[in-house]
C-alpha cells in the first residue's frame, strides 16, 4: 500500500472513526485539528497503569501545562490575524469620519450605525458579485467534488497503473502558487498569445476564453487545475482507512467494481465529502486572486466582480473604507452562515441516516 | 485614467539639488536606466545627508522651519518634467527649498499612495490632483482650505474656469497648473484624400463619418473610446450637462440628464451604424488603429498634441487641429480633458511656503519654460498670460507648421463653466467604462452603461455620509 501523505492523515482518522462520534461533530471541519493516532495512545497508556493520587494530579498539572504551551501560539494568532482585524472591520463598518452636508470642513468620528451596510446591500454591484460568486459555486464545488472524488475512487481501485506518478502528476499544481497559475493560465486565455487557442483556430475553431459567457467557466477551471489534485488526496487519504473487510465481504456478495465505488465505499468517506465541499465552499465565496489577474486582459471582469474584488475596489480605489469594512462584515457574515447551515444539514442527514441503517439490520 | 497625462519615466534624483557633489551623476544614472527605481531611491537616500549638510552650511545650521532658515517642502507629482521646474525653483529661491518625489500617475497608484500617506499623517507639503480628484481630496480633508492663501493677484492670473473646477462653496481647495480645452486632432492628409471638410459640428461630424466609411470601409473617422468616460463626461459637459451640482446644501446627482441622454443617442447611433469604432482609446489596438492610418481623428486634450509628437514621429506633418465640433455653432462650448492642479496638505507645515512654490509653478514663466525643456509638451497653462511662452517654446514642425498654441488659446476660452467633478469620480468612471466594455454585442448601451454609473456611485456617496439628491435615473 502506498504511505499516506502526511497532511490529510488526521482527515482519514476521523473519516474511519465516524461512527464513533456524534453526529454533529461528523461534519464539523475541527475533525483536521483532532490528535493523531500516536498521541491518542499515548494519553490513553498512563489512564490503564493504577498509579498512587499525588502522581496523578502532578500528571494532570504536566498536562495541563503543555496543554497551554501547545495551545498558545493557536490563540495568540488567532487573537492578532483573525479576532483583532474582524473587530476592527466591525468598528470601522459602524463609524465614519464625516462632515454632513456636502463633506467639506473639518472631520469627526461619528457613530454612523447601518449606514455602510445600507449602502452597500443598496449597491447593485455588490449584488451583482454576490451573484456571480453564487454562480461560481454552482459550477465549481460539484465539479470539484465529483472530479476528485472519482479520481480518487479510481486511484484506490487499483484501476490506474503508476498509482504513485498519478498522485503526484495530480498534486503538483496545488504546489503551484495561486497567482503563478493565474498567470499561466492568463497566457494561455489570451488570444495571440496562447498556443491553445492558436490550435483551435487552426482547425477552425474560435473560442474566446474571456468572453462575457465563458468567464466564469474559465475561472473554475484554474480553480479546479489548482486544487483538484490536494482534495483528491484527501479522499484517497478517507478510502485508505475504509476497512478491507467491508469491501471484501461487499465484492464476496457479488458487488461489480462500480457497485462498490459508489455504494461500499462513497457513503463510508461522506465525513471526507463534507468537508471538501465546505472547504471549497470557503474559498470560492473569497474569490479574488484569479479575476483581479485575469481583469487585466479582459474587460468582462470589472474591478468589483466578486464581493473580494469589490471590498478591495471600496478601500483602495475609492477610499471608502466604510463601506469596504461593512462588505466585509456582510462577507464574513455569509461565509459563517452558509458553513453553519451546511454543517447542520448534513448533520441531519446522518442523524436521520443512522436510524435507517439499524431498522435495517434489525430486519 | 490613461487618457490623462501620460505617466512620465522614472526620473528620481537626487532630492536635494544643492549637493554638488552627489547631484548630477546619481541623475544621470536613474535616466539612463528608468527601471532601476530602487537604485535611484538608494541614490537619494545617499544624497540625502549630504545635501542636509550643505543646506544647512549655507544657512547657518538650521535646516527647516525658522524665521533665518530654509523651509524645506517636500512635493510629490506624476507630470513630466517636475524634476526640471524644482530645480529650476531650488536654484533661484534660497529661502525655500523644495525636495520632489516622482510618484505614479493617479490611477496607477499615486492616488493610493497619497491617501495613505495622509491617513498615517506624512502626506507632502504640496500634492498634484489631478482635477476629476479634487473634490474627493477635499472632502477627506486631505487638501486643505487654501482659500485665504490665495491672493487676489493669483487669482487674476488664472482662467476662472480652471479655478471654478477647484472651488466649492466659494473655498478654493487646489490651484490650477493647466486647463486643457478637448480638441480634435485630425489626419489632414487622409482628410484631404477622402475629400472631407472638417466639421464645425456634430452633424457635420456624422455626415463626415458616412463619408469616410463609404470611401474607404476599413477605416473609421473616430473611436467611441469604450475606456474613456472622462472623454464621454466631456462630450457631455459640452452639450451642456452638468453630472454634478451643489444645491441647497446638498450633492445633486443627475448623470443621466438631458444634454447627457442626447450626447449618449448620438454615440450609439454612430456606433450602432459602424459608423466609428468601439474598442478602447488606449492600448495595442487603439495604437494600431492611428499608426495604420484606420483612425482619421481623435478628441483628447491639448496636452496630448506632445505627446503625440513623442508618440509618433513618423506621422510628422500628417496631423492638424481643429476645436470640438459643436451642437449649436453660434454659441459654442468647449469642455476640457486632463489637467491638474497643485493642493497644499493637511498635514503641511508651511502653508505658506507651499503657496509660494505652488505661484511660481503655476504663474512664473521659467516654471512652464523648465517644464517644456523636459522633452515635447504641449500643457496649456492655466495661467493665460503664460500662453506666449508655451508658444515660443512648441515646435511646430509637426503640426505642419500651425499655431496649435492660438487654437487652443480660442478654445479655452470658450470652456463651459457649469461643470462640476464629484465627491467621488473613480468609482464612477469604472462602473460607466464597465459598461461601455460590454456595448459590444450590444448587451449594454452608451445611457444604461451612464445610468449604471450613476447607481454604482451613490452608494458610495451614502456610505460617506454625505446629503445627496438625484434628479435623474
Redesign the interface.
Known sequence: MTPEPAGPAPAATGAGHRSDHSSEEAGDTSMTTTAPWPAAGEGRAPAAVPAPRGARRTARRRALGACGVLMTPFFVLLVTVFLIPVATAVWLSFF?S???????G??RTVF?GL??Y???L?????LSGLGVVALYCLLYIPLMVLCALVLALLLDSGVVRLRAWAQLGLFLPHAVPGIIAAIIWLYLYTPGLSPVIDLLGRAGVTVDFLG?HTVVPSIVNIALWSNLGYNMVVFYAALQAVPREVVEAAVVDGAGPVRTALQVKTPLIRASIVMVAMFTLIFALQLFTEPMLLSQST??I???FSPSMYIY??A?????Y??AS?ASVVLLVCTIALSYGVTRWTGRLDARSVPDEQQEAAV | MPSRLPAPPAEAAPPAPPAPDAGPPPSQEARQRPGSSRRSVLTALTALPLAGAVSACGSGGSSSGGSKGVTRLTFWSALRGSQQVVDEFNRTHERIQVDFEQIPSGTQGGYLKLSNAARAGNSPDVATIEYPEVPEFAIDGVARDITPLVDGGLRRKLLPQSLGLTTFKKRIYSVPLDVEPMVMHYRKDLFDRFGIEVPRTWDEFEQAARTVRRRAPERRLAVFPTDGAETFAAFAWQAGAQWYDIRDGAWNISLADEPTRRVAAYWQRLVDEDLVFANPGTGKLNDAQIGRGLLLARFSGAWDAGAQMNARPAQKGDWRIAGLPQWDPDRPVVSTQGGSTFAVTKDCRHPEAAMEFIAWQVCDPASLRARLSSGASSQYPAAPGLVQVGRKAFDRSYYGGQDIYRLFDEEARKIGPNWRWGPRMRPTVTVMQDGFARMSGGRQSVIGAVRAAQRGTMPDLRALGLATTQHST
Open positions: 465614519g464625516d462632515e454632513p452636508g456636502l463633506g467639506f473639518p472631520e454612523v449606514r455602510s445600507a449602502a452597500v443598496t449597491d447593485p454591484t455588490f462575457i474587460p468582462m470589472s474591478s468589483r475596489d471600496a483602495f480605489n475609492r477610499n471608502n466604510g463601506l461593512a
